[in-house]
C-alpha cells in the first residue's frame, strides 16, 4: 500500500510539470464581428511581390464586400470578382491584404481555422508571419501556394545558417515532404525550406469541398512545427481554452532548433492574410504553365477568374506561454 501511494505520488508529480510545461494562455482570439478590428489593412499596389491587385483600405474593403463577416460569423477577404479591368493597362484588381497589430513571440501556438482558402488560376493567397526586418528577423508561411495546386506548402524565409533536416531525417520526425532544406534568403531565388503537405485536402478545391480544417504553428525552443488537420481529425483539446500540442500526432512540418536555432533567426512575428494575383511566384511561367494555360497576367482583367478567391476563416487564435 505504501509503495502504491509512492507511485501515485510520483504520477501526480510528473502530471503537474507537463501541464505546467503545456501551460500555454489566449493572448489573441480573432473571431466573430470584432475579427478585423486588431489588424492593419495594407493599402495600395503590391510592390513587395509585383503582383497585379491593389489593397484597399479597411473603409474601401467594407463598403465593397470585400472583407466582411458573413452570416455563419467567419471572417471574408476576398478578390473582388465584379470589376472588369478590360480597358486599363495598370489595372490592379481590389483583394485584401491584413497585417495584425500585435505581434506573435516565442512560445506562441497560432491557430487558424478556414472553410475556405483562394484558389484559381494566378491566384496566390497566404497566411503567414513576419519579423519587422526582413530576413533578419525571419519569415513563416504557414498557408501559400498558387494556381490550382493542390498541396499546401510550409516555409521558413530566414538569414544564412538556418536549415531544415535533410530526408532521410524528415521522415521520422513530420508527415510532410521535404522539397528544399536551406532556408536562406539568398539561396535558390529565396524560394526558403519547404516542407509540402502530403494531404490534397490541405489548399484549394480540395481544401474547400473537405470543409477546410486548422493549421496550427508552435514555436518553441524545440523548434518551429505545424499541424495541418482537416475538419474530421481536429484534436478534441485544440478548439478550447486549453489546446495541449503535446497530445497532438506528428506535426505536418518541423524544423528543429538543432539545425536552426529560432532564438537566432526569429523575432516576434506579425500575422498575415493577403491575396495577391501572378506576381513572381503564381505568375513565374514556369509555375504557371503546369497548371494553367496562357499568360499569367491575362487572366487579371476578367472578373469571372475569381470566383473562388476567397479566405472564409472562421477564427485565428493565438496562445502564448
Ligand atoms: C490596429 O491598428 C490600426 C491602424 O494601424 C487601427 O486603426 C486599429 O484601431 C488598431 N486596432 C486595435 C484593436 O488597436
Ligand atoms: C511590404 O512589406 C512591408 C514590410 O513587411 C510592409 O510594411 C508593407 O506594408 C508591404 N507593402 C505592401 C503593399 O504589401
Ligand atoms: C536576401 O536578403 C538580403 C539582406 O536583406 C538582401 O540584400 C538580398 O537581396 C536578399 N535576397 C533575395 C534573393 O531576396
Ligand atoms: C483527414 O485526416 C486524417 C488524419 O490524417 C486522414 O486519415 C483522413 O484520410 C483525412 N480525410 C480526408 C478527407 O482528407
Ligand atoms: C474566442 O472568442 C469566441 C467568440 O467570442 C468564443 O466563442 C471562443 O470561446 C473564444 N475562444 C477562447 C479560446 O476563449
Ligand atoms: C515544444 O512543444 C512540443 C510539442 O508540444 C513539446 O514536445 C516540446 O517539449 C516543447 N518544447 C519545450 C522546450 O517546451
Ligand atoms: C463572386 O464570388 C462570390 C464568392 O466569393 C460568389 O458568391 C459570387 O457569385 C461571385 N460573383 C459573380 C458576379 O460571379
Request: one cysteine or more; hydrophobic letters at 40%.
Amino acid at each position: 500500500m505504501k509503495f502504491q501511494d509512492a507511485l501515485l505520488g510520483l504520477a501526480a508529480v510528473s502530471f503537474a510539470a507537463s501541464s505546467a510545461n503545456a501551460a500555454l494562455t489566449l493572448a489573441q482570439n480573432y473571431s466573430g464581428s470584432t475579427f478585423f478590428d486588431a489588424w492593419t489593412f495594407v493599402n495600395g499596389i503590391d510592390t513587395n511581390t509585383t503582383g497585379n491587385v491593389l489593397y484597399q483600405t479597411r473603409e474601401q474593403a467594407a463598403s465593397e464586400q470585400l472583407a466582411f463577416i458573413n452570416s455563419a460569423g467567419n471572417a471574408i477577404m476576398k478578390v473582388d470578382n465584379t470589376t472588369s479591368g478590360v480597358n486599363d493597362p495598370t489595372f490592379g484588381r481590389p483583394s485584401i491584404k491584413i497585417m495584425s497589430n500585435a505581434t506573435v513571440p516565442a512560445g506562441s501556438l497560432v491557430l487558424m481555422d478556414a472553410v475556405h482558402m483562394p484558389f484559381g488560376c494566378s491566384v496566390w493567397p497566404a497566411f503567414w508571419m513576419q519579423g519587422p526586418n526582413w530576413p533578419n528577423d525571419g519569415e513563416i508561411d504557414i498557408v501559400e501556394n498558387v494556381n490550382l495546386a493542390a498541396n499546401n506548402r510550409y516555409t521558413l524565409h530566414t538569414l544564412d545558417g538556418c536549415t531544415h533536416p535533410a530526408a532521410d531525417v524528415s521522415s521520422t520526425i513530420e508527415t510532410g515532404i521535404v522539397e528544399s532544406t536551406d532556408c536562406f534568403n539568398a539561396t535558390n531565388g529565396d524560394e526558403g525550406c519547404i516542407v509540402q503537405d502530403p494531404s490534397t485536402n490541405s489548399y484549394g478545391a480540395g481544401f474547400a469541398q473537405n470543409g477546410g480544417g486548422v493549421f496550427a504553428m508552435l514555436w518553441n525552443d524545440t523548434g518551429i512545427m505545424i499541424w495541418f488537420f482537416n475538419r474530421s481529425s481536429i484534436p478534441s483539446d485544440l478548439p478550447t481554452a486549453n489546446p495541449n500540442p503535446s497530445s497532438w500526432p506528428t506535426p505536418t512540418a518541423f524544423w528543429p532548433s538543432s539545425s536552426c536555432d529560432t532564438a537566432q533567426f526569429f523575432s516576434p512575428q506579425t500575422l498575415i492574410f493577403d491575396t495577391t494575383i501572378c506576381g513572381n511566384f503564381a505568375g513565374a511561367a514556369d509555375i504557371f504553365n503546369p497548371s494553367c494555360t496562357g499568360t499569367c497576367t491575362d487572366l487579371v482583367a476578367d472578373p469571372g477568374n475569381y470566383n473562388d478567391a476567397y479566405f472564409e476563416v472562421s477564427y485565428v487564435r493565438v496562445f502564448t506561454k
